[in-house]
């Protein structure tokens, strides 16, 4: 029997795990990326999967951290996009980051090898063809405008927006290592480091004061008419934003320069400048929690007063560009399907979930439900007591939808128990209550795909 394929848009990481998933369930997938004839305000290669922003999937600690739990879950149900993160990834503390050229080579390459995957180049421009029986749009914080105002008007609802940041990115040669060194915070080691997985940059009260100021009085650039009242996401504010909020806001935020002692004095600098490696050869450093609206010479100006970044010289500096998502849980189904229109799914940042791992997560999801559709089976979706369901129990239904905005993966999505452990074992028990219900989520699929 020919089995009709499920057509992905969108080549980000949700639209690569979403057709990976689709074809190793055996369902042929036809991938739709517009890049390189049609290139974004971020992105910068013809790559599957280029990381425009941050390297870092966050936290890898599964048995205290929600998105460490998330990234277990993935690994366990065969994740494309965590499989080539766990073979690129570079020192980061208890994070896992990756070089993000190996990252995204290493998931291209992944796709287009497969025989049951063909990539097609170019721009969608509106609602996918009626003969495009099933659909995953997976076209991420930067759909292009065509297709955004046809989903627009497919949805009966105008799409939210907020900003997202790109944070700057500095050559490992123009640091001054007798200012800088190498610590994690407490010295935790995490995956691929071993407890010096930062470059820290200490000021000392005068030097932050100054840094603020000059923050504060640089020139931003000037957003576009339709990018005005577009509200910033919480968790990914630009530098001069959070200055604007108070002068300690930053050394108790992205500065802040707990768990880490300068070795030249023995004591805690006032505050700290985090630099995350970037690349496999450690010659590239990110500027952690540096996402920034400032004008080029700007940020080359005030950057280059930090401590240890004099010099510094840049590969990439900053930026912000406008992000879109739905309001999923008034337009979407439990299987992430438009409800006005049920052969469209969804995947990735565009349904509110805000995140390398979360995006790819809804990926994963939507690839699944999509192979099962085709295969004349039922969806099944995972338990909301996993970190996969209790993130998607909340884009599509546990949210409010007067209130809705863009989700990290947390404990607080997840179902309460009928006894509430003790506080201080709550999350310990989250975590083995997801884990067992992860296996008997992931048992009937392997016996299913076995037979």
């Not at 425009?52 to 996009?81: K, M, P, Q, T, Y």
Request: glycine content about 8%.
């Amino acid at each position: 029997m020919t089995i009709e394929p499920v057509h992905v848009v969108g080549g980000g990481l949700a639209g690569s795990e979403a057709a990976w998933q689709i074809a190793q369930s055996g369902v042929p997938v036809v991938l739709h990326e517009m890049r390189p004839g049609r290139q974004t305000e971020a992105h910068q290669t013809a790559t599957l999967a280029e990381l425009v922003c941050s390297n870092s999937f966050r936290s890898d600690d599964a048995d205290h951290n929600a998105v460490g739990l998330l990234h277990e879950e993935l690994r366990r149900a065969g994740s494309l996009i965590l499989r080539c993160a766990d073979a690129h990834k570079v020192p980061a503390g208890s994070a896992l980051a990756v070089d993000r050229v190996g990252f995204s080579t290493a998931v291209h390459e992944a796709i287009v090898d497969h025989p049951r995957i063909t990539v097609r180049h170019g721009e969608v421009t509106g609602l996918p063809p009626a003969e495009w029986t099933s659909v995953i749009l997976a076209t991420g914080p930067l759909t292009s405008p065509a297709l955004a105002q046809a989903i627009r008007e497919a949805s009966g609802e105008e799409a939210l927006a907020f900003f997202d940041a790109i944070a700057p990115i500095v050559h490992r040669q123009s640091i001054d290592f007798d200012k800088a060194w190498f610590q994690s915070r407490y010295d935790k080691a995490g995956p691929g480091g071993d407890g010096r997985d930062y470059l820290n940059c200490p000021l000392d009260r005068d030097q932050y004061d100054a840094f603020v100021a000059a923050l504060l009085a640089a020139e931003k650039t000037e957003f576009r008419e339709w990018e005005r009242d577009t509200p910033y996401f919480e968790g990914c504010l630009p530098i001069e934003v959070m200055a604007e909020r108070g002068p300690d806001t930053l050394r108790y935020g992205p500065m802040k320069p707990v768990g880490l002692r300068d070795p030249r004095t023995g004591k805690r600098p006032f505050a700290v400048v985090q630099l995350r490696q970037d690349n496999a050869l450690g010659t590239l450093f990110n500027i952690v929690g540096f996402q920034t609206k400032l004008k080029y010479a700007e940020q080359t100006r005030v950057f280059r007063r930090i401590p240890g970044l004099e010099k510094a010289e840049f590969a990439r500096l900053g930026g912000i560009h406008r992000n879109t998502f739905l309001n999923s849980p008034r337009l979407l189904d439990g299987s992430l399907r438009l409800k006005t229109e049920p052969r469209l799914r969804f995947a990735g940042q565009i349904t509110g979930v805000e995140g390398y791992v979360e995006s790819a997560a809804m990926g994963l999801i939507a690839g699944r439900f999509a192979a099962a559709e085709r295969l004349g089976r039922e969806p099944m979706p995972p338990p909301t007591t996993t970190a996969l369901g209790a993130l998607l129990g909340h884009i599509t239904s546990g949210a409010r939808a007067e209130t809705f905005q863009p989700m990290n993966v947390n404990f607080g999505l997840f179902p309460p128990f009928a006894e509430a452990p003790a506080r201080q074992d709550r999350r310990r028990a989250i975590v083995v209550r997801a884990r067992a219900d992860l296996t008997a989520w992931l048992e009937p699929l392997r016996q299913v795909a076995a037979a």
